[in-house]
C-alpha cells in the first residue's frame, strides 16, 4: 500500500481486514474518500493528516477522537460526506443510509465519561443524522448534546437516562431544532416528554417548523406529548407515530384549560397503538383536512376520536382526503363502536 500514494479512494468496508499497518496512511497524502470496517481500530493521528480526505466512514473510539478530528479540517476543507460512530467497541451503522449525508453516531457508552461542551464545538457543525444508541445520553438532550441547527433526522434508541428533549423554564435566545425533519424516540424508559415544565414558556418562533415526522415508541413514563399552546409550532407534522408507551393519559395537554380547537394542517397519517391509559388525544376539535390514514389499536380508554367533521350536503362527513381507519379486532371493535363519530367514519373503517 505504501506505493500507492497517488491513491484517492480506499474502501476497507466489505473486507476482512482488522488492521493496516502503522504509517500506512500517512504515504496517502491524495486520498479523498476512506471507508473503514465498524470494527476496525482507526488511527485517530494518520486520518488527522489526510488534508484532502472528503468522505470518511468508520468507528472513532471517543468524543475527544472525534473533537481532535474536527478541530485538525480547516474551515475549507470540511467533509463532503461522512458516517461516523462513536464508540470503544464494535457497532455496525444504520442499516441504509444517504452516501452523501453526514451522520454520526453516539454508540454505546460514548457518553458515559464524557460529555459535550456547551458551546457545542466538540460536534461537527454540518450534521445532518443524528443517532445515540446506549451512549449514555442523561437529562435534557439540549442541555448535554447541543444540537447544531443543520441536523434534519434524529433517533434516540435504549437510553435509560434521558428525561426530555428540551426545558421550557427560560426563554431561548437562538432556535433549536429549525431544520430538523424527523425525530424518533425508542426505549426511552425514563422519558417525562418532549418538554420538560413547570410553566410553559413560548418557543422562539422556528422551532420544530420543519418537524414531518415524530415517533416515539416504549416510553413508558411519558404522559403527555405536548402542551396546546406549542401545537402551532407542529404546523408542519404529517406522521405522528406513537406506540407501547403504557403511562401516556394525554396526546395533546389542554394546559389553557380551555378547550380549544386545535389544528393540524399537514397531518396525514396517525398511528396510536397499545396506550392503555390515554383517555383523550386533545380536549377540542382536532382541524386537519390533510388527514389520510389513521391505526388505533389498544386505545379503549379514548372517549372519543375529536376530528373535525366537516359538513357536505348538509351532512357530517369523514375529513377530505381520509381514506382508511384501521383498527384493532376483538374489544377494539367493540370499542370503536361505542364512539360517537362511528356511524359518520364507519365507511372508511378496517379492521384488521
Known amino acids: 500500500m505504501e506505493s500507492l500514494t497517488n491513491l484517492k479512494s480506499l474502501s ?13 496512511l500517512y504515504t496517502l497524502t491524495h486520498l479523498q474518500q476512506l471507508k473503514l470496517p465498524y470494527d476496525f481500530e482507526v488511527p485517530i493521528e494518520e486520518v488527522k493528516a489526510l488534508k484532502q480526505l472528503e468522505v470518511l466512514h468508520c468507528r472513532l473510539n ?14 475549507d476543507k470540511q467533509f463532503l460526506s461522512y458516517n461516523i460512530t462513536l464508540s470503544s467497541r464494535e457497532i455496525y451503522p444504520p442499516l441504509q443510509f444517504n452516501l452523501q449525508c453526514k451522520y454520526l453516531t453516539f454508540g454505546e457508552g460514548s457518553l458515559v465519561e464524557s460529555s459535550l461542551d456547551t458551546d457545542g464545538k466538540m460536534l461537527p457543525q454540518d450534521i445532518e443524522n443524528l443517532f445515540f444508541v446506549r451512549s449514555g445520553l442523561r437529562g435534557c438532550l439540549l442541555e448535554e448534546c447541543p444540537i447544531p441547527n443543520s441536523v434534519r433526522e434524529c433517533k434516540i434508541f435504549e437510553e435509560d437516562k434521558i428525561e426530555c428533549i428540551m426545558r421550557l423554564e427560560e426563554e431561548f435566545s437562538w432556535v433549536p431544532f429549525q431544520s430538523l425533519e424527523s425525530l424518533t424516540l425508542s426505549g426511552l424508559p425514563n422519558l417525562i416528554g418532549l418538554f420538560k415544565w413547570e410553566a410553559v414558556v413560548p ?10 415526522e415524530l415517533s416515539i415508541y416504549r416510553c413508558g413514563k411519558i404522559k403527555k406529548l405536548f402542551p396546546q399552546s406549542l401545537v402551532h409550532n407542529f404546523r408542519n407534522l404529517e406522521l405522528l407515530f406513537l406506540e407501547d408507551c403504557l403511562q401516556m393519559e394525554e396526546i395533546i395537554e389542554d394546559d389553557n384549560n380551555e378547550g380549544a380547537d386545535i389544528t393540524l394542517p399537514m397531518l396525514k397519517k396517525l398511528t396510536l397503538r397499545h396506550l392503555p391509559q390515554v383517555k383523550s388525544i386533545c380536549k377540542g376539535k382536532m382541524i386537519c383536512d390533510s388527514i389520510e390514514e389513521i391505526h388505533l389499536r389498544g386505545t379503549k380508554n379514548i372517549k372519543k376520536l375529536p376530528l373535525y367533521l366537516p359538513f357536505l350536503h348538509g351532512q ?10 384501521k383498527i384493532g379486532a376483538g374489544g377494539d371493535k367493540e370499542w370503536w363502536e361505542s364512539l360517537d363519530a362511528n356511524n359518520v367514519l364507519q365507511p372508511v373503517v378496517q379492521y384488521c
Open 12 to 24: 476497507l468496508s466489505s473486507g476482512r481486514l482488522k488492521m493496516i499497518p502503522t504509517g500506512t
Open 62 to 75: 471517543s468524543v475527544r477522537d472525534l473533537n481532535r478530528l474536527i478541530n485538525s479540517r480547516q474551515s
Open 203 to 212: 418557543l422562539p418562533p422556528g422551532t420544530f417548523s420543519c418537524l414531518s
Open 316 to 325: 357530517r362527513s369523514p375529513p377530505p382526503r381520509l381514506r382508511t381507519i
